[in-house]
């Protein structure tokens, strides 16, 4: 009977010997919001749309996203490009292009589902919000800043200059 | 019947008619043969080469005409080592036929591959995404990698207008000539041609404007690709994001079915209609919907829509009101005048609606009257086409006579069929005072002048001549009458004439017989039905009025009657109309497309169809409004729903009696054989599964008509000039006028002259010209046609100039 009971304050000792030696490492936890880390490269959080370089909207309207959706939070209505007033270097845009982000489960189907790569799961986290409304991310909201390189949307450009309903550039001129 | 053939498709036995495409037979037994460019209903051309098969035929001993057989005894089948298209040869006795076996499968994917090497492959951005059936075939049999380089592909004309309704992508292109075949061989308008070869093969149209054809829509359904697509659909929505509705055209008196699909409008919030498309109905409409019908439908989701009660105020203002106090006041004020009531309904209504008025103005002793020029609604309930007629069905054999009607313009879809017929052997006789378009297919063309049809009638039936001796001695004779050049009493005694001509020559009470009248609305035989009447002088049944409920026609706008004031006047309209604008009260109605309820067409087929949009602001139907009313008044009648009214209907109303909601959703089986899953076969037009409608016998059918008789009228007319409505399909009616994209193609303000008489006037196209009409003085464009009469001005109705039959007219040039 009494061996057992000597190993318990054994045990303890072992223990304390724990809490004494993390007191002199360095701590995991960090100061959030001051100090925030970095996501892992794979971590799907909210999504943006994209932008070549000269500024034009990646998206084209085509709502696949919409259908390869499974919790149905995404809802796109397109609209045609014209040269005087250019968002995409396609045919369409999306001209309504609302994530309906309380329904969203980040499976990031929309992102594999995009032809041209406009929707991307990106490492932004922090969703809170205060109303339910604000959880509807527009497309003003969603959009990428426009680059240096580039000019706002829409854009007047050249006619003929985009003549494919879907463009086939990396980066276009 | 004709002669049955037994043959085997993938080891399945088949029987089927002599005649019949290895296509068509393989489909009747289950088995799909990819196509693109063979259609059921065009002829086969074996331009795309999708459709190849292994057939093996039997062989006959050439000294003796026997058959040559096996070892076993079975017939020795020899294959001839070559794929042939199976939409171009014809079955034959003992062909065995593979449709799936690897021979055949490695000619499908290399020839898939072949069409994908020129397609530009942006089903993305494609309306077409979702229904087409290249897109469906390549997830079937492609092979998932091309051996021909992406950067090779060349490169054509996107988004190209071909005319003002569709849009062209020469690069989605494949060349099947499905578009072009439609127009020559269906619509009669061969506008479409191929132009360049090969690779740049392209489809052009020589009309000006482009592709003038009143059928453009359809080629769109056509079209195996995304080549051809609306305009008015363009980049919309995508296939799969819309509900479908069954519901009916409520633009003319045919009856197309049609589904309307719908889906949310981020602008507002609200369900909207995105495009209208073609419902299976092989016994009205067949596949197809003329572009009125396919691209008028943006009135139900206008900006103009009433959607509150309107009551006039003290001051003399209509403001909004509640549907309480609109009723109190309605109530109120046919309690304390119970006399002199008048309800004028127009032929749009449903027949619940007009079951529910007529019920309702009946219990205030009130007088009905229908909105309409044309008479004759009790002749066709008598004499009417009759039970289970198609003329679909209807070729050799059969005489069809059009009188005083101008069909491709008023009732497009039944010019498509006639024409078909007479394409099919029936006797076409057209007799109208001016050349219209349905008497190139016409084999008596009967000339005549205004004011002269019912002696053209009487002439057919007693004097002797070709026309009459064909249509007596017909197995079959159907008459469609229209309005052009009459009145309501000249239509009467026309309707009369028609009548008695089928009644002598024995073409009623029969199926593929009858009297069709060409009404100017959707329902106007309900109306009739139903009791309502039109009335001989409607101005002054109007003006004798001390309350009227108008619902669904504007008489003040029409210029029936300059003003309705000193009356108590209730309208039930879509939209503030001239009427509506001096009533004391004016009630939001639904529109068709938000409600439901049955259509009786021209052919006397009564047809459901069903809400497809939400109530726009606090509107109701007219049946509802009627029965609150009556409500409010103690009137015994049915509160409830429009099926309800139906049951109703079918319980009290003579006719109808034969009906049952069951009967009216039944959907027989239909040939071609129309699959959302095998799309290529018949193209995009919706399968139909919510019923093809009851066609209502006749009285004929149940005993023999009496000929009853009638004086011809005096011309009411002298000589000189004369002026005639005749109606236009694109008028400028606000359900028409509210569509964008028919907007270059609506009637101008324009009078249609003969060059002789313009010449004779110094006038010539588009000068402005002042045109009397009695004591009335309108101003208009002049438009100069061959084809009107001399000392005949034509006036298409709806375009501001009122007429009610043909009248005297002065012109003189506006300086």
Same mark, same amino acid.
């Given at each position: 009977m009494k061996i057992p009971e000597l190993l318990k304050v054994n045990e303890i000792f072992r223990g304390l010997w724990i809490t004494f030696r993390s007191m002199f490492e360095k701590p995991v936890t960090i100061q959030y919001p001051e100090e925030k880390r970095p996501p892992k490269p794979r971590f799907k959080g909210r999504h943006a749309l994209k932008r070549y370089d000269n500024g034009l909207e990646k998206c084209i309207g085509c709502a696949l996203c919409a259908a390869a959706c499974p919790s149905d939070a995404i809802f796109v209505e397109p609209a045609e490009n014209t040269d005087e007033e250019r968002y995409s270097p396609g045919e369409r845009y999306a001209a309504t292009y609302e994530i309906n982000l309380m329904r969203c489960i980040y499976c990031g189907f929309c992102a594999d589902a995009c032809p041209t790569e406009a929707i991307v799961l990106e490492h932004i986290y922090e969703l809170a919000y205060l109303d339910r409304r604000e959880a509807f991310f527009t497309k003003e909201k969603l959009l990428d800043p426009v680059p240096d390189s580039g000019r706002e949307t829409p854009q007047a450009v050249e006619p003929g200059l985009f003549n494919r309903s879907i463009p086939e550039m990396k980066d276009p001129v | 019947m004709s002669e049955k053939i037994t043959l085997t498709i993938d080891s399945q036995q088949v029987i089927t008619e002599k005649g019949t495409k290895v296509v068509d037979a393989a489909k009747s037994a289950g088995i799909d043969i990819s196509v693109f460019c063979y259609h059921p209903k065009l002829e086969p051309v074996g331009a795309c080469r999708i459709c190849l098969v292994e057939i093996g035929r039997t062989q006959r001993d050439r000294s003796t005409g026997e058959l040559v057989l096996e070892a076993d005894g079975t017939p020795q089948i020899s294959f001839s080592g070559n794929l042939e298209t199976a939409c171009t040869v014809p079955v034959a006795e003992g062909m065995v036929i593979h449709t799936a076996n690897e021979k055949v499968t490695k000619a499908r994917e290399d020839i898939l591959e072949f069409i994908l090497t020129s397609h530009p492959l942006d089903c993305p951005v494609c309306d077409k995404g979702g229904e087409c059936s290249l897109q469906e075939m390549t997830f079937e049999y =492609?092979? %998932?990698?091309? @051996?021909?380089?992406?950067?090779e592909k060349i490169h054509l004309g996107k988004h190209l207008p071909l005319g003002d309704m569709i849009t062209l992508d020469q690069e989605r292109c494949i060349q099947c000539g499905r578009c072009v075949r439609f127009q020559k061989e269906i619509a009669a308008d061969p506008v479409l041609e191929f132009y360049h @070869? $090969? @690779?740049?093969?392209d489809i052009v149209s020589y009309s000006n404007p482009p592709f003038d054809s009143y059928w453009s829509g359809n080629t769109t359904d056509l079209?195996?690709? %995304?080549a051809l697509t609306t305009r008015d659909f363009r980049f919309e929505a995508r296939i799969w994001e819309m509900n479908a509705s069954p519901s009916i055209c409520s633009h003319c008196t045919v009856g197309c079915n049609i589904t309307l699909n719908t889906r949310l409008d981020p602008k507002t919030g609200r369900s909207k209609i995105q495009r209208v498309m073609p419902r299976q109905n092989e016994w009205v409409n067949e596949i197809w919907i003329c572009d009125k019908g396919r691209f008028a439908h943006n009135f139900t989701s206008s900006e103009e829509r009433l959607t509150k009660p309107l009551a006039r105020n003290p001051e003399g203002k209509l403001k909004p009101v509640t549907w309480q106090k609109a009723i109190k006041i309605a109530s109120e004020r046919l309690k304390s005048h119970p006399d002199g009531l008048v309800t004028l309904a127009g032929g749009r209504l449903a027949n619940e609606d007009f079951y529910q008025l007529r019920t309702l103005t009946e219990g205030l002793s009130g007088k009905l009257i229908l909105d309409s020029s044309l008479a004759g609604g009790d002749l066709t309930a008598r004499v009417?086409? %009759?039970? $289970?007629?198609?003329?679909?069905?209807?070729?050799? =054999?059969t005489a069809i006579l059009v009188i005083a009607c101008d069909l491709e313009e008023e009732a497009p879809l039944w010019w498509l069929r006639v024409r078909a017929a007479a394409e099919r052997g029936a006797t076409l006789i057209v007799a109208n005072p001016r050349e219209t378009k349905l008497e190139k297919s016409a084999e008596y063309i009967l000339r005549y002048e205004y004011g002269e049809e019912t002696q053209t009638v009487l002439d057919l039936l007693e004097k002797e001549s070709e026309a009459s001796r064909v249509f007596k001695e017909a197995e079959n004779g159907i008459v469609l009458f229209g309005s052009e050049g009459m009145n309501f009493g000249s239509s009467q005694v026309l309707a009369q004439a028609c009548a008695n001509l089928l009644i002598k020559t024995n073409h009623v009470g029969k199926t593929n017989n009858g009297l069709m009248a060409v009404w100017p609305e959707v329902n106007t035989q309900g109306a009739w039905d139903m009791g309502f009447k039109p009335d001989e002088n409607l101005p002054e049944a109007l003006k004798g009025a001390e309350t009227l409920i108008i619902a669904g026609a504007d008489p003040v706008g029409d210029g029936i009657i300059p003003d309705l004031k000193g009356k108590f006047l209730l309208v039930q309209e879509l939209f503030l109309t001239e009427t509506a604008a001096q009533a004391d009260l004016v009630l939001p109605v639904l529109a068709v497309t938000e409600k439901s309820g049955t259509f009786t067409s021209g052919e006397r087929r009564v047809q459901l169809f069903e809400m497809a949009l939400p109530a726009s602001g606090e509107c109701l139907a007219d049946h509802e409004i009627a029965a609150k009313l009556g409500q409010a008044l103690g009137i015994e009648m049915i509160q409830g729903s429009a099926e309800q009214v139906l049951e109703e209907i079918i319980k009290h109303q003579p006719g109808y009696a034969s009906l049952s909601l069951a009967a009216l959703g039944e959907v027989p089986e239909q040939q071609p054989f129309v699959a959302k899953e095998v799309l290529s076969y018949t193209g995009t037009v919706f399968r139909n599964t919510s019923g093809v409608g009851v066609q209502l016998p006749s009285a004929a059918e149940n005993g023999k008509m009496p000929l009853e008789k009638f004086t011809l009228p005096q011309k009411g007319f002298g000589d000189g000039t004369l002026a005639v409505p005749v109606t236009r399909l694109y008028d400028q009616g606000i359900m028409v006028r509210t569509s964008e994209i028919l907007s270059p193609r609506l009637i101008k303000n324009q009078l249609i002259l003969n060059p002789i008489d313009a010449e004779k006037e110094g006038l010539s196209a588009g000068i402005r010209v002042e045109i009397s009409l009695g004591e009335r003085t309108y101003e208009a464009a002049v438009d100069i046609d061959q084809k009107v009469p001399v000392g005949v001005i034509l006036i298409p109705r709806s375009m501001g100039i009122p007429l009610d039959g043909p009248e005297n007219a002065v012109l003189k040039a506006v300086k």
């Amino acid at each position: 009977m009494k061996i057992p009971e000597l190993l318990k304050v054994n045990e303890i000792f072992r223990g304390l010997w724990i809490t004494f030696r993390s007191m002199f490492e360095k701590p995991v936890t960090i100061q959030y919001p001051e100090e925030k880390r970095p996501p892992k490269p794979r971590f799907k959080g909210r999504h943006a749309l994209k932008r070549y370089d000269n500024g034009l909207e990646k998206c084209i309207g085509c709502a696949l996203c919409a259908a390869a959706c499974p919790s149905d939070a995404i809802f796109v209505e397109p609209a045609e490009n014209t040269d005087e007033e250019r968002y995409s270097p396609g045919e369409r845009y999306a001209a309504t292009y609302e994530i309906n982000l309380m329904r969203c489960i980040y499976c990031g189907f929309c992102a594999d589902a995009c032809p041209t790569e406009a929707i991307v799961l990106e490492h932004i986290y922090e969703l809170a919000y205060l109303d339910r409304r604000e959880a509807f991310f527009t497309k003003e909201k969603l959009l990428d800043p426009v680059p240096d390189s580039g000019r706002e949307t829409p854009q007047a450009v050249e006619p003929g200059l985009f003549n494919r309903s879907i463009p086939e550039m990396k980066d276009p001129v | 019947m004709s002669e049955k053939i037994t043959l085997t498709i993938d080891s399945q036995q088949v029987i089927t008619e002599k005649g019949t495409k290895v296509v068509d037979a393989a489909k009747s037994a289950g088995i799909d043969i990819s196509v693109f460019c063979y259609h059921p209903k065009l002829e086969p051309v074996g331009a795309c080469r999708i459709c190849l098969v292994e057939i093996g035929r039997t062989q006959r001993d050439r000294s003796t005409g026997e058959l040559v057989l096996e070892a076993d005894g079975t017939p020795q089948i020899s294959f001839s080592g070559n794929l042939e298209t199976a939409c171009t040869v014809p079955v034959a006795e003992g062909m065995v036929i593979h449709t799936a076996n690897e021979k055949v499968t490695k000619a499908r994917e290399d020839i898939l591959e072949f069409i994908l090497t020129s397609h530009p492959l942006d089903c993305p951005v494609c309306d077409k995404g979702g229904e087409c059936s290249l897109q469906e075939m390549t997830f079937e049999y =492609g092979l %998932g990698e091309s @051996r021909f380089p992406l950067d090779e592909k060349i490169h054509l004309g996107k988004h190209l207008p071909l005319g003002d309704m569709i849009t062209l992508d020469q690069e989605r292109c494949i060349q099947c000539g499905r578009c072009v075949r439609f127009q020559k061989e269906i619509a009669a308008d061969p506008v479409l041609e191929f132009y360049h @070869r $090969g @690779r740049k093969t392209d489809i052009v149209s020589y009309s000006n404007p482009p592709f003038d054809s009143y059928w453009s829509g359809n080629t769109t359904d056509l079209c195996p690709v %995304g080549a051809l697509t609306t305009r008015d659909f363009r980049f919309e929505a995508r296939i799969w994001e819309m509900n479908a509705s069954p519901s009916i055209c409520s633009h003319c008196t045919v009856g197309c079915n049609i589904t309307l699909n719908t889906r949310l409008d981020p602008k507002t919030g609200r369900s909207k209609i995105q495009r209208v498309m073609p419902r299976q109905n092989e016994w009205v409409n067949e596949i197809w919907i003329c572009d009125k019908g396919r691209f008028a439908h943006n009135f139900t989701s206008s900006e103009e829509r009433l959607t509150k009660p309107l009551a006039r105020n003290p001051e003399g203002k209509l403001k909004p009101v509640t549907w309480q106090k609109a009723i109190k006041i309605a109530s109120e004020r046919l309690k304390s005048h119970p006399d002199g009531l008048v309800t004028l309904a127009g032929g749009r209504l449903a027949n619940e609606d007009f079951y529910q008025l007529r019920t309702l103005t009946e219990g205030l002793s009130g007088k009905l009257i229908l909105d309409s020029s044309l008479a004759g609604g009790d002749l066709t309930a008598r004499v009417g086409l %009759g039970q $289970g007629s198609n003329i679909k069905d209807l070729g050799s =054999g059969t005489a069809i006579l059009v009188i005083a009607c101008d069909l491709e313009e008023e009732a497009p879809l039944w010019w498509l069929r006639v024409r078909a017929a007479a394409e099919r052997g029936a006797t076409l006789i057209v007799a109208n005072p001016r050349e219209t378009k349905l008497e190139k297919s016409a084999e008596y063309i009967l000339r005549y002048e205004y004011g002269e049809e019912t002696q053209t009638v009487l002439d057919l039936l007693e004097k002797e001549s070709e026309a009459s001796r064909v249509f007596k001695e017909a197995e079959n004779g159907i008459v469609l009458f229209g309005s052009e050049g009459m009145n309501f009493g000249s239509s009467q005694v026309l309707a009369q004439a028609c009548a008695n001509l089928l009644i002598k020559t024995n073409h009623v009470g029969k199926t593929n017989n009858g009297l069709m009248a060409v009404w100017p609305e959707v329902n106007t035989q309900g109306a009739w039905d139903m009791g309502f009447k039109p009335d001989e002088n409607l101005p002054e049944a109007l003006k004798g009025a001390e309350t009227l409920i108008i619902a669904g026609a504007d008489p003040v706008g029409d210029g029936i009657i300059p003003d309705l004031k000193g009356k108590f006047l209730l309208v039930q309209e879509l939209f503030l109309t001239e009427t509506a604008a001096q009533a004391d009260l004016v009630l939001p109605v639904l529109a068709v497309t938000e409600k439901s309820g049955t259509f009786t067409s021209g052919e006397r087929r009564v047809q459901l169809f069903e809400m497809a949009l939400p109530a726009s602001g606090e509107c109701l139907a007219d049946h509802e409004i009627a029965a609150k009313l009556g409500q409010a008044l103690g009137i015994e009648m049915i509160q409830g729903s429009a099926e309800q009214v139906l049951e109703e209907i079918i319980k009290h109303q003579p006719g109808y009696a034969s009906l049952s909601l069951a009967a009216l959703g039944e959907v027989p089986e239909q040939q071609p054989f129309v699959a959302k899953e095998v799309l290529s076969y018949t193209g995009t037009v919706f399968r139909n599964t919510s019923g093809v409608g009851v066609q209502l016998p006749s009285a004929a059918e149940n005993g023999k008509m009496p000929l009853e008789k009638f004086t011809l009228p005096q011309k009411g007319f002298g000589d000189g000039t004369l002026a005639v409505p005749v109606t236009r399909l694109y008028d400028q009616g606000i359900m028409v006028r509210t569509s964008e994209i028919l907007s270059p193609r609506l009637i101008k303000n324009q009078l249609i002259l003969n060059p002789i008489d313009a010449e004779k006037e110094g006038l010539s196209a588009g000068i402005r010209v002042e045109i009397s009409l009695g004591e009335r003085t309108y101003e208009a464009a002049v438009d100069i046609d061959q084809k009107v009469p001399v000392g005949v001005i034509l006036i298409p109705r709806s375009m501001g100039i009122p007429l009610d039959g043909p009248e005297n007219a002065v012109l003189k040039a506006v300086k």
